[in-house]
């Protein structure tokens, strides 16, 4: 501090974490990137599922160029279940149980290679298949992730993709000169 007292940054910053702490009282957790760019209030699970389940996302659909924000995308949509079906929520609590206790200590804090050995192991149960088939909805249908991609949606409602680039294969480096006919 400066001896007048906090500057804006610090005000702000403080302010952030206090609105944290508080969202965390109401709600039980939040989850919270590393870095403080994001946070997300969980109604259902508590922050160590909250984060298992992130990890998981990521270890089971794994992406570079995508950042963890994407990824808490689902855990929202798992933790948003948990809290209107106490099936789903106790089925989740479970399954980070049977995930933490399989090797002897929490599966965070196993090596990646271990992580997907545990996640191997239990493809069949139905806490894997809850979480696999959330994610394949909430991660890929979420357009922000469309972009990374470089999908552009849908084309139907502009008349389908005949007119659209439909045989352009200019994301081919150097294509046949045939592979991309002039609009004559």
């Known amino acids: 501090m400066n001896g007048k007292g906090m500057n804006r940054r610090q005000f702000l910053q403080s302010s952030g974490l206090a609105a944290a702490g508080t969202a965390a009282v109401a709600s039980g957790a939040v989850l919270m990137a590393p870095d403080g760019a994001w946070a997300l209030q969980l109604g259902a699970l508590d922050a160590h599922s909250g984060e298992t389940l992130l990890r998981m996302t990521r270890q089971l659909y794994p992406h570079d160029a995508l950042g963890d924000i994407y990824y808490a995308g689902v855990v929202e949509a798992l933790d948003a279940e948990a809290k209107g079906s106490a099936e789903t929520a106790r089925l989740l609590k479970d399954g980070v149980a049977e995930l933490d206790k399989a ?67 200019n994301w081919v480096e150097n294509p046949p000169e045939d592979a991309s006919p002039s609009k004559a």
């Open 103 to 169: 090797m002897g200590i929490t599966w965070l804090e196993l090596s990646d290679g271990h992580q997907m050995k545990v996640l191997r192991d239990r493809e069949a149960t139905p806490f894997f298949q809850k979480v696999r088939g959330t994610t394949v909805v909430a991660l890929y249908n979420n357009k922000l992730v469309w972009r990374h991609f470089g999908y552009e949606g849908a084309s139907y409602e502009y008349g389908g993709y005949i007119d659209r680039g439909f045989d352009d294969l």
